[in-house]
């Protein structure tokens, strides 16, 4: 499973922007993807996480302002992100998880100006 994020930018506090995560390889196999991020000199940490059963789960810190998705037939995984803050600032992750194993796309930076 190979994972390319993408969307990422500079917005100033209050604005939205929309991550996107195409999923190519073994694709039928995923099981769950979802959006980490991480601020440098911090571990990584979950933001959403969307399995193929149950409700996404978000991390306290965005729930009612990101929104997790994905288009299973275009084999994208989307982050709508509102009402963005300068503490959203970070390198965002993208996450697969097939067949007990973990994958990982590049990080794309999302900004907040103040």
């Known amino acids: 499973v190979q994972l390319q994020a993408s969307g990422g930018g500079l917005v100033q506090a209050g604005g939205s922007l929309r991550l996107s995560c195409y999923a190519s390889?073994?694709?039928?196999?995923?099981?769950?993807m979802g959006w980490y991020r991480q601020i440098p000199g911090k571990q990584r940490e979950l933001a959403a996480f969307s399995n193929s059963v149950g409700s996404p789960i978000y991390a306290d810190s965005v729930k009612g302002r990101f929104t997790i998705s994905r288009d299973n037939a275009k084999n994208t995984l989307y982050l709508q992100m509102n009402s963005l803050k300068p503490e959203d600032t970070a390198v965002y992750y993208c996450?697969?998880?097939?067949?007990?194993?973990?994958?990982w796309g590049q990080g794309t930076l999302v900004t907040v100006s103040s």
């Open positions: 390889g073994r694709t039928f196999s995923i099981e769950g």
């Open positions: 996450n697969g998880r097939a067949s007990g194993r973990s994958y």
